[in-house]
């Protein structure tokens, strides 16, 4: 049973239908429940295909005929993809064309009367490649031979490996084998002819194709002028040997006949007669299993075109009712049997690949008009027809078809479109996606060189859909005003009837803005928005007009009120031509505000009366302290419960208002999108809540808890008066503070969204300021909304703000540093950002302390920030420093030691460095011992430049080698000074063949150097004290400054220092 849609839609269906909600596709029913909604769905679906195909029960059982002699008489194996049991298939269109068992049976008996068809294979010779060169010239001049052998012959020696010779020749009667062309001189022919072949049975039948070489009768001095190579010459010794003019044989294929699909195309070895040249080369073929002299009636009596777009509307049809989603949701995919029905029947009357578009697009074209699928399936045969379109392939009464389809559709798609709101509802899962498809589906339409050839007269489709949009706004919204038409006519009625109706109309024109217009601007280059304003404006302003002929200055108040909700959506209505494009002229609603002249007092007296009540009621905040003074309850036990109730109320009143005003403060936030607004109400809302705290603290005083106690002194305990109005007191002061800390959270989540954008702005690659310049748009914010802010909270709060702000801050910062090694620019904004934020918030003792600000976040992020902001040479530097930090913490000679002294001369600015000894190397030779040598060096490079490294003479075979040996470097003492400035000393096993290995390395601080700071020269040597350093090995492990210096690609002095200390590392004996 189908149940009744809403008044409204079956008033607008049956006012603009043919055929009731049939027409609307069944779209009525999204008003139904969900139960009643699948059935009726169902049952339109049902009606809708009696209608639809149009077939007679005669012209059924014709096609039903034609489909069970193509599943009888199917050839070949079956495809993957496709159903290969006949009875399968015969139970599926049983079920498809609605037959019953009794006229299943008579038809299959006819069929079975019927003559069988004429079987054919055609055979296409698409072309060969790599065959074999039978000429002298290493070429052939090849063609083929082709037929069908009814039965397979088998070799006359079963362990024979001879194959036969000839073999179309010799199988074939000469009437029956076909011949291609000669094609002269290559080894990769192509031929491309088509061969219509008969046989009687697939079972035993085979198709056999030889390829030869054509010889013709050539003088031995023409065959010498083509010789090439020596392989031409042997050609001609066995060419000498052969009969004249014999044909030379190139390979062969045979495929049984029941190994081939309905229609096969793929490339075929070659196979030799013997195996002197086994690899002959391969030939491209291509087979259809067709019939020729079907004996059904379609076939006698109607073109095999429209036979098989009959079938497919028949099944397409039947699919689409079957379809568990319903039609709208049915994206055009087949059911396997369904595909093998057509596949069958195509390949079996030989239709074409157009032919088949073609009639594809007949069927699925006429059934989108009674079922309307999804209408993306057309896309498929649009695009078909398109690419493969040649007029002349069609007849006069073909393109008459086709071209009525064009226009069948194409004002059957304008109609969808003009009712569209009925047609798509966004209450209907994927409205838009049928839309937007079905725009698509006309414009490609129109654009198709079918269409502009066959349809004469090449409609406009822009003005086509935007004549049809308007007519069907104006249809919505009568039909509008007609539902929302009030039962009892008078002008409150009217004007709640308006205000409601204009309510529909700017919803409407928000979803058109919203959701519709960009399909029609993608499609149509149509701006729907502005078609749809200009015509509901103008019916507006029409009716609005009407009905406020009436109105006049003795207006009820309900009659007032009524009108000022109708000006408010009026209002909302013209504010919404801002979305239009230019355009000249005013608007019909332009000076709509001069309708409501008569109603204006009455707004104003209403505006009046309400205030005052307003502020009537604000005053009278003492009432609960003014009864109970007025009171005076003389019994003490009842006179604490009155008090007992009476704070009660008032803890209520208390935490009403905080959440009233909380709410109100969130409504106006939302509407503004500036954070600034934001911040500033809610600032308003923590000064209410603390006046309330004080307010309520103030209680005891103003009821005169003291007197109470008193009086209940012998009454009632002084501990349960503690517990129950102090108790009371304090939860509810302890509620208000803690709405405060949610407030002062609000507060920050607003400003956190600034600092965010601004850091991100600071940050952006595009971004080519300078870091001082571009942190100042962040620290103009922080300075604008911190400095109102501390003015309008009181210190505690603001402290709290700060804190979770600066909490934040660090959060959006190191987020923005990446977990990558970021850019050195990108660094120094960020490091200056975090530098200039702790001064801010730290605000010369007047914001947050400094051991708030440095918390473990900070202090990570501002050590990764100055390194990744660092030169090179700084990065350097700060390496070295730190070898030296390690070099002083180092006691242990795990890898031995070595001992120098050093000395500076200030007048000749010479330091002077003696190597001792080295003590307990390593070994790193075979033999157990080494052969060590120190090379001593001024690190870091960059600011050493001119001085070369030196070397200390090679021991051999020495664990505890004495060297005893002096160098002298010329520096300036003020280089000795430097961050990181070091004597390297390494020590070497020396190897003959390959690298020297690594015994250690040690570093010693320039600036602890004898006789640096001194005014003059020491000249008693023996004054300067021995050092021993330990000598150390690198850290595999990897090193932050090596990362960051080794991510500079750009920078040869970085990537030459990482590549050192690599290669260093690689020799350490440290473990990982």
């Known amino acids: 049973m189908l149940l009744s849609p809403e008044p409204e839609l079956e008033t607008y269906c049956s006012a603009h239908c043919t055929q009731s909600c049939l027409c609307c596709h069944g779209h009525c029913c999204v008003l139904l429940p969900a139960p009643g909604r699948r059935t009726a769905d169902r049952w339109i679906l049902e009606q809708k295909m009696d209608l639809s195909h149009r077939f007679s029960k005669q012209e059924l059982a014709v096609l039903y005929e034609e489909v069970l002699y193509t599943i009888r008489h199917r050839l070949g194996k079956p495809q993957p993809q496709h159903i290969a049991d006949s009875q399968e298939l015969c139970a599926y269109v049983q079920k498809a064309f609605g037959m019953d068992a009794e006229e299943h049976r008579t038809i299959m008996q006819q069929v079975q009367e019927l003559e069988s068809p004429i079987f054919c294979l055609k055979a296409t010779v698409k072309e060969a490649k790599g065959i074999l060169g039978k000429d002298v010239s290493g070429y052939s001049d090849p063609y083929c031979l082709l037929g069908i052998e009814s039965k397979s012959q088998e070799p006359a020696h079963p362990n024979s490996k001879r194959r036969l010779k000839a073999v179309v020749k010799d199988l074939i ?5 076909h011949r291609t ?16 072949l008969e046989f009687e049975d697939m079972e035993t039948a085979s198709f056999y194709l030889d390829m030869w070489d054509s010889d013709t009768v050539e003088s031995v001095r023409h065959k010498l002028g083509e010789l090439t190579d020596l392989h031409g010459l042997k050609r001609i010794f066995k ?29 075929y070895q070659l196979e030799p007669r013997t195996e002197t040249y086994p690899n002959r080369g391969q030939c491209h073929l291509q087979f259809l299993l067709t019939h020729k002299k079907r004996a059904t009636t379609c076939s006698r009596t109607q073109p095999s075109y429209t036979v098989h777009r009959h079938l497919l509307q028949q099944l397409v049809s039947h699919e689409i009712l079957q379809h568990q989603a319903g039609s709208t949701a049915w994206d055009g995919e087949l059911s396997p049997h369904a595909s093998t029905v057509l596949y069958l029947h195509a390949t079996q009357k030989d239709l074409s690949d157009f032919h088949q578009v073609m009639a594809q697009w007949l069927a699925y074209s006429k059934l989108y008009q009674s079922l309307e699928f999804n209408s993306s399936c057309l896309l498929h045969q649009i695009t078909g027809i398109e690419y493969q379109w040649v007029q002349e392939r069609l007849r006069p009464e073909q393109k008459a ?10 004002t059957y798609g304008v109609s969808l479109i003009r009712r569209y709101r009925i047609i798509f509802p966004l209450s209907v899962a994927r409205s838009t996606e049928r839309l937007q498809s079905l725009l698509r589906v006309l414009v490609q339409m129109c654009k198709m060189k079918a269409f502009r050839e ?14 049809a949009l308007k007519s069907g706004t104006t249809e919505w919204f009568h039909m509008k005003k007609l539902h929302l038409q009030p039962m009892v006519k008078s002008m409150e009625e009217n004007g709640k009837a308006l205000a409601k109706l204009l309510l529909e109309v700017i919803g409407d024109l928000q979803q058109c803005h919203r959701i519709w217009n960009n399909f029609f601007i993608s499609t149509l280059k149509l701006n729907l928005f502005s078609i749809t304003y200009l015509e509901l404006e103008s019916l507006v302003a029409e009716h609005v007009q009407e009905q406020l002929r009436e109105v006049d200055a003795g207006m009820s108040k309900p009659t007032a009120e009524s009108l000022f909700q109708l000006y ?27 309708w409501f002249k008569e109603a204006v007092p009455q707004w104003l007296q209403k505006a009046y009366s309400i205030a005052l009540e307003r502020a009537q009621r604000a005053v009278q905040m003492d009432q609960i302290v003014k009864t109970w003074q007025q009171l005076n309850w003389p019994d003490p036990e009842e006179a604490f419960m009155i008090m007992v109730k009476l704070v009660e109320d008032m803890c209520k009143i208390a935490l009403m208002y905080c959440r009233l005003i909380k709410e109100r403060a969130e409504a106006l936030s939302l509407s503004k999108q500036n954070e600034g607004e934001a911040a500033n109400r809610l600032c308003i809302v923590v000064n209410n809540i603390k006046q309330l705290r004080l307010l309520i603290l103030k209680l005891p005083l103003q009821l005169d808890w003291a007197q109470l106690e008193r009086r209940m002194g012998a009454v009632i305990d002084q501990q349960q008066i503690q517990h129950t109005l102090h108790h009371q007191l304090d939860s509810t002061v302890c509620c208000l503070d803690h709405e405060v800390q949610d407030v002062v959270q609000a507060l920050a989540t607003k400003l956190e969204a600034g600092i965010a954008r601004h850091i991100q702005e600071l940050s952006a690659p595009s971004n080519a300021q300078e870091p001082e310049d571009s942190i100042l748009p962040l620290m103009k914010f922080l300075e604008s909304e911190l400095q109102y802010l501390n003015e309008h909270l009181v210190q505690e709060n603001f402290k709290s703000l700060l804190a979770l702000l600066w909490h934040h801050t660090l959060a959006v910062l190191t987020a923005a540093a990446g977990p990558q090694v970021p850019s050195v620019q990108h660094c120094r904004k960020l490091h200056c950002a975090l530098k200039s934020l702790e001064l801010c918030f730290h605000a010369e003792g007047c914001g947050l302390p400094l051991d708030t600000l440095h918390s473990t976040a900070f202090l990570s992020l501002e050590s990764r920030l100055a390194l990744c902001s660092s030169t090179s040479r700084k990065l350097i530097q700060k390496y070295f420093s730190n070898r030296i930090q390690e070099q002083l913490g180092i006691s242990s000679e795990k890898y031995g030691a070595v001992t120098i002294k050093a000395l500076y001369r200030p007048s000749e600015q010479k330091l002077r460095v003696e190597v001792l000894n080295a003590a307990n190397l390593i070994p790193l030779d075979s033999n157990g011992s080494s052969d060590p040598f120190v090379q001593l060096t001024l690190e870091p490079r960059h600011e050493f430049p001119e001085v070369v490294a030196r070397s200390t003479q090679c021991k051999r075979n020495e664990l505890h080698p004495l060297f005893d040996e002096a160098f ?22 020396y190897d003959t063949l390959g690298a020297n290995d690594l015994e250690g390395e040690a570093f010693f601080p320039l600036c602890h150097v004898p006789g640096l700071d001194a005014d003059e020269d020491q000249a008693d040597k023996g004054w300067v004290p021995q050092t021993r350093l330990p000598l150390t090995h690198p850290k595999p492990g990897g090193d932050e400054i090596l990362q960051l210096l080794e991510c500079r690609k750009g ?12 290669q260093r590392a690689k020799q350490s004996k440290e473990a990982a």
């Open 454 to 467: 066959l349809c004469t007269l090449s409609p406009d489709l822009p003005k086509m859909v935007s004549e």
């Open 239 to 267: 060419d000498a040997r052969k009969d004249k003019g014999q044909d030379d044989f190139l390979g062969n294929v045979v495929i049984r006949l029941k190994d081939l699909h309905c229609w096969d195309d793929r490339w």
């Open 181 to 196: 062309q000669i094609i002269s001189q290559t080894l990769n022919p192509v031929w491309d002819e088509t061969f219509i």
């Open 1051 to 1062: 920078d040869k002095e970085a990537q030459a220092f990482v590549k050192l200390r690599k």
């Open 968 to 989: 002298e470097f010329l520096i300036p003492s003020e280089k000795c000074h430097q961050d990181g400035a070091c004597l390297l000393l390494t020590v070497f096993d």
């Open 401 to 410: 078809e086709l071209a009525e389809s064009f226009q069948s559709l194409l």
């Open 173 to 177: 009667p000469e009437d029956q084998i």
């Open 568 to 594: 408010l959506n009026l209002q909302e209505l013209y504010k919404m031509k801002d979305f239009l494009p230019k355009r000249d002229g005013p608007l019909a609603l332009s000076d709509f505000h001069q």
